[in-house]
Structure formats: structure tokens, C-alpha cells
């Protein structure tokens, strides 16, 4: 904490933190991990980015992919091949997010978390190690109770992925999106739905105590 409020002194604004931990430096090239190593730390910050409000609004698209990545996906780590190449999958297609199935279930998105909404209750998967446990997964879970939201961890199959009547992403810069097409699909009726404007208007609200926080700390 010390470290990064040196880091943001130096910056104005809402920043975007990326602290990045390694083993440190081996005297040789090796698989093995030497002990005794001096962890090398890296950190940067950048302006951070949130989405416009015509994607708020309106929604965004999405495609999606079966998950081809290893099993070892709650890691957070720097080999990001394959979700590098699940994301140029809705780049190629001029999508905003490539949503992943394993094996009749669904993960995440390339770089997002992903809940769906049927009959007014959302869901999302559950911790495990096929998806990347995200900040903001564990907000939205937080900020649903807090303003009961109706919101269940649990496996979603495709079919009902493909049936929802609403479709969410998370992450720090997604904040919480709704996904209007699917596939070139609409996803329930091609607009934002209720549960989500309500999820959003939470995670708004929260953003605001969080600046009233700093400032009264200032």
C-alpha cells in the first residue's frame, strides 16, 4: 500500500494500478525454483479508462469460443497466450468480448468475468481454477447483497447462456457491461435489461463513497 501511494502521488485523476511479482532472478536458467530469492516487483499506473456511455446505454457485442486454455486459469501470471488469442476472436469479428465454454459450461470471457440473469436472478460461475478470480467479480457479488440483488455462484451451461435474458461482463475497466448480442444474436431483448441497470446504478454509487473517502482523507 505504501508502494502504490507513493506510485499515484504522482498522478492525478482515477488510475489504473499493474503490479506485477516474479520470483526474482535465478543465477542461471533453470525450471527449478531457487531458494532463497529476492522477489523482483514492478508496478505502473495509467489513467484509467471506463465505458462510454453510448456502450452503457446501448450494450455491446459479444461472440464466443470454446475455452482452449490450460487448467491452471485462476493464476494470475504474464502467460496470457491464450487469452491473447480468445480475444483477437471477437477483434476479428469487431466484437467487444469473446465469451468461453468448457465443456457444456461457461468460464469467463478473454479478459473479463461474465454473469447471465434469467427471470430476474443472475448467476455466475463459480470460483474455481477455470476462471481468473477478478476484483471486480468479488464487488459485484459484494454490492448484490448490499442492494439485494439476487445473485447465485453455480456452473451455467451454454444453453442457458445462449437463453438469458441478460448478459453482464466485469473487470476494473469494463466496470460492470451488459452484452446486448451474442453471436449476432439480441440477448433477451436486445437492450440492457433491469437487473443490470440496477447492478450499474450499485457500482456508480460506490464509486462515488469511494471518491468522497479519499477526498475527506486528503
Not at 527449478?32 to 495509467?46: A, R
Request: aromatic content about 6%.
Amino acid at each position: 500500500m505504501r508502494i502504490t501511494a507513493e506510485l499515484l502521488r504522482h498522478h492525478a485523476g482515477d488510475q489504473a494500478v499493474y503490479i506485477q511479482v516474479t520470483r526474482g532472478a535465478p543465477a542461471k536458467r533453470d525450471h527449478v525454483i531457487p531458494k532463497g530469492l529476492q522477489p523482483t516487483v514492478f508496478m505502473m499506473s495509467n489513467p484509467m479508462t471506463t465505458p462510454s456511455p453510448e456502450a452503457v446505454e446501448n450494450g455491446v457485442a459479444c461472440v464466443t469460443s470454446p475455452d482452449f486454455r490450460w487448467a491452471k486459469c485462476h493464476i494470475k501470471s504474464t502467460s496470457l497466450l491464450g487469452n491473447v488469442l480468445a480475444r483477437q476472436v471477437s477483434v476479428e469479428a469487431g466484437a467487444t468480448e469473446t465469451i468461453l465454454f468448457r465443456d457444456g459450461f461457461l468460464t469467463e470471457a478473454s479478459s473479463s468475468n461474465v454473469f447471465v440473469v434469467k427471470d430476474g436472478v443472475a448467476s455466475a460461475p463459480p470460483r474455481d481454477n477455470l476462471i481468473l478470480m477478478g476484483i471486480t467479480y468479488d464487488l459485484v457479488m459484494q454490492l448484490a447483497r448490499e442492494g439485494a440483488v439476487r445473485l447465485e455462484m453455480r456452473q451455467v451451461p451454454e444453453a442457458e447462456v445462449r437463453a438469458a435474458d441478460e448478459i453482464w461482463l466485469s473487470s476494473s475497466t469494463k466496470e460492470v457491461l451488459a452484452v446486448t448480442t451474442l453471436d449476432g444474436k439480441p440477448v433477451g431483448s436486445g437492450k440492457p435489461g433491469p437487473v443490470f441497470k440496477r447492478m450499474h446504478a450499485l457500482y456508480q454509487e460506490h464509486k462515488k463513497k469511494l471518491r468522497a473517502e479519499r477526498v475527506a482523507t486528503v
